[in-house]
């Protein structure tokens, strides 16, 4: 009996036990649940770290954030194309028309013999003197090849002056008449200025502009296509200068300006074949004239000459290339003389571009350039404005060097 009662006193503490924990565990269960859906529900910033709450809320702070007045309800109903305003469309550009040609040509006389009478007031003061004496003679020279004449050049000038000063014996009005009448000798108004931009045999003429970095080539064709296009002229802009990363942009600028097309490739391209295009983009839209700005080249690179030479060649597959213009900065002196002697070893230049004409008291690198290419100057660059190009004509230049 005592070890039944026993047996029965162990069966009962073993189930007590299984039952309690049973209940251990279903409501360990039940917390556990209950905890999960709690932080569920929490934003996430209550279930990170308060370090890294922090951190984002300063962060949070710190952006800018839209007002909730201004956002717009969901329940807003969805209009229609027909209820819906649109934006006006955006008004075209306003073409620009450009100076004339003569009024270029008096405004820039003027501004010439501002930049260059230093040169010409120096020569008229030393042959105004009493007695010309080799010393004066001496400084006459100096003024000369100074001012960028060239020594050639220079020694002839004088030759004649002093010549004409000792048969004529002039006095200083005289010398005047006769200094300028040297000086346009020497200039040579005999060489043709005249720029071929008009179409011929059906086709646009081709002008190809070249010259070494930052002489200005991409400033003067856009300024070239305000001269064409001021004389009614349909001009095609050819963005061949792909080295460049502005250089597209720049000359598509300038097109928009005046209403001429710009044809561009992409960056790093191959630029005879923007070239090419250009061409055939002129030909196809009945042009007077393609513009070519081709990419600044040192004249010491072989590589990239023989490829401007390449230019050309490819161009020439569709229509001749009636211009080949040398871009040169004034400011270099003898330095640009020295470039034009090799760009036109390379390619047949047929004019001259003489930029920055306005900034220096030199300007007799035009007589020095010709001299030594037999290739007139063109057109020359006289400012910084849009209308700041005009052609070269010898004794305007000379009587602004005299005024």
Do not use: C, Y
Not at 52 to 66: L, S, T, Y
Not at 259 to 272: F, S
Not at 367 to 386: M, S
């Amino acid at each position: 009996m005592t070890s039944l009662l026993v047996s029965l006193l162990t069966d009962q503490a073993l189930l007590t036990i299984v039952v309690v924990i049973a209940v251990v565990l279903v409501v360990g269960t039940t917390g556990l649940v209950v905890a999960r859906r709690r932080r569920a529900e929490l934003p996430a910033e209550a279930a990170k770290p308060a370090v890294e709450a922090a951190a984002e809320d300063a962060a949070e702070a710190a952006e800018p954030k839209v007002g909730e007045d201004a956002e717009e309800p969901r329940d807003t109903p969805t209009r229609t194309l027909e209820d819906t305003e649109l934006p006006e469309p955006a008004a075209t550009a306003t073409i620009e028309k450009p100076e004339s040609a003569q009024g270029r040509l008096v405004r820039l006389r003027a501004r010439l013999a501002r930049s260059q009478g230093s040169l010409g007031k120096g020569l008229l003061a030393l042959l105004s003197r009493d007695k010309l004496d080799e010393e004066a003679w001496e400084d006459i020279e100096t003024t000369l090849i100074t001012a960028d004449v060239g020594v050639a050049p220079t020694q002839e000038l004088v030759e004649k002056l002093r010549t004409r000063m000792r048969v004529e014996g002039v006095g200083a009005a005289q010398a005047r008449e006769i200094l300028r009448e040297e000086l346009i000798d020497l200039v040579d108004p005999s060489l043709d200025r005249s720029l071929k931009a008009s179409r011929k045999d059906g086709q646009p003429a081709v002008v190809l502009m070249v010259g070494v970095n930052g002489t200005g080539k991409t400033t003067t064709v856009g300024r070239l296509a305000r001269v064409l296009i001021a004389e009614d002229k349909k001009v095609v802009l050819g963005a061949a200068d792909t080295f460049r990363a502005a250089a597209a942009d720049q000359l598509q600028t300038w097109g928009e300006r005046v209403g001429a097309r710009t044809v561009r490739g992409p960056e790093g391209g191959d630029p005879a074949s923007v070239a090419f295009d250009s061409v055939k983009e002129g030909i196809a839209e009945d042009a007077d004239v393609v513009l070519v700005d081709t990419a600044g080249r040192l004249h010491t690179k072989t590589g990239l000459m023989d490829e401007l030479g390449k230019v050309k060649r490819v161009i020439e597959k569709a229509a001749e290339v009636d211009e080949v213009l040398l871009v040169i900065d004034a400011t270099t002196g003898q330095n640009g003389l020295t470039q034009a002697r090799v760009f036109a070893e390379v390619i047949n230049v047929t004019g001259l571009v003489l930029t920055k004409l306005d900034g220096t008291a030199k300007g007799g690198i035009v007589i020095a350039v010709q001299r030594e290419l037999g290739v007139p100057v063109k057109l020359v660059g006289l400012g910084e404005g849009p209308d700041d190009l005009a052609p070269f004509e010898p004794e305007q230049f000379v009587d602004a060097l005299l005024d």
